[in-house]
């Protein structure tokens, strides 16, 4: 009998272990290049696909539309790529990358003007799964952080 009961407990224990475990995989799905988080929806080849722990399924529904995503364009600065949203220093005075144009903030900059001596090629680095070109920028908690030979470096500049 206490076998028996000893048996049923860790059968139990396992998959409760189990259902626990993948309860918080929720990994990200790609597709044509693109990273989509768990529970995102994509259209792809006329139907819609939710993103279910990593793996697509299809919702049994239709596009609506085949919405095209154009990425935004990057603004160079110093033999660095911005990407819209993040922000340098120039003459002094922080600038932001708006979709491959550079717009005053008309705020003072608290260092020099890219103090940062960038290697124009060099190891990527990595950011939420996905691999960043050395020499490029993401916006990361208000900074700009800039991926320089595969180590990151805060720039010290806002961005949104």
């Keep these: 009998m206490k076998s ?3 048996l049923w407990a860790v059968a139990i224990a396992l998959i409760a272990g189990c259902s626990v475990q993948s309860a918080h995989a ?24 939710r ?6 399924l299809s ?11 154009v ?4 603004c160079n600065f110093g033999g660095i790529a911005f ?4 922000a340098s220093c120039q003459n002094g005075t922080q600038y932001r990358c708006e979709d491959g144009s550079w717009a005053t903030l008309g ?6 003007d890219s103090p940062i001596k960038v290697v124009p090629t060099g190891s990527t680095c990595m950011f939420s799964g996905a691999t960043v070109a050395s020499g490029s920028t993401i916006c990361q908690s208000s900074s700009t952080f800039l991926c320089n030979d ?5 720039l010290g500049t806002l961005c949104r």
């Design 4 to 6: 028996s009961n000893l």
């Design 26 to 49: 929720d990994d990200p799905c790609f597709f044509s290049g693109s990273m989509y988080s768990d529970g995102s929806a994509s259209c792809q080849t006329g139907h819609e696909y």
């Design 51 to 56: 993103c279910d722990d990593g793996e697509w």
């Design 59 to 69: 919702t049994m529904h239709g596009c609506k539309t085949d919405i095209k995503v």
């Design 71 to 74: 990425a935004s364009r990057t």
């Design 83 to 86: 990407s819209t949203g993040s």
């Design 107 to 112: 705020v003072p900059c608290t260092v020099g």
């Design 150 to 154: 595969g180590s990151w470096v805060n």
